[in-house]
């Protein structure tokens, strides 16, 4: 009975060995594009305090030769001054719904920190003021049962918006014409 057991054991031992180098084979093969970090405005409390917390954007390219099933990815937040601290963080269980083919990539993913700067000051003011802390965020990924592996980290640059809102903000100069006819 024990050499059963102890057969039945070393099997499924074996078995989960493979299953972990398979995935962080895959890992190894996955890409970031599209990678953009930024800050977005949470709102004002009653007491007039503004919030802001820092976002960061990307896809998932898969390098890999085979479908892409169960991709979890999280991006931890840090200030500068303080880099082995964690800040904040933010998580998902699985970056698509859909199997990813190979040279395919996944939708746009977006984690916003579970942390914010608050302050008096107008949102983009708070980037001006003199206690103002640099934020970085780390991008990990993780395919099934292999270990997290950090793909980027960058600064999350002193902006309010994601990267190219502004076209969409800015006055349209004579709606009239622009009108079909």
């Excluded at 902006?159 to 349209?172: D, N, Q, R, S, T």
Aim: proline share 7%; aromatic share 8%; with cysteine.
């Amino acid at each position: 009975m024990k050499a059963v057991v102890g057969c039945q054991l070393f099997a499924v031992l074996a078995l989960q060995s493979c299953t972990d180098a398979e995935s962080e084979r895959i890992l190894r093969a996955l890409e970031l594009e599209d990678v953009a970090a930024y800050w977005a405005i949470q709102g004002q409390d009653e007491e007039k305090n503004n919030y802001i917390h820092p976002i960061v954007r990307f896809r998932v390219v898969n390098g890999a030769k085979q479908d892409l099933d169960y991709v979890q990815a999280m991006a931890i937040f840090k200030r500068e001054n303080l880099p082995d601290e964690p800040w904040g963080n933010a998580f998902t269980y699985s970056i698509s719904d859909e199997p990813i083919p190979p040279g395919g990539s996944s939708e746009a993913i977006t984690l916003r920190s579970d942390t914010s700067f608050i302050s008096k000051d107008s949102p983009r003011q708070m980037f001006l003021n003199e206690k103002w802390e640099e934020v970085r965020v780390d991008i990990f990924l993780r395919v099934g049962p292999s270990s997290w592996q950090i793909l980027e980290s960058r600064r999350v640059p002193k902006h309010i918006g994601a990267p190219g809102l502004e076209k969409f903000l800015e006055p349209v100069e004579d709606a009239e014409t622009q009108l079909p006819q």
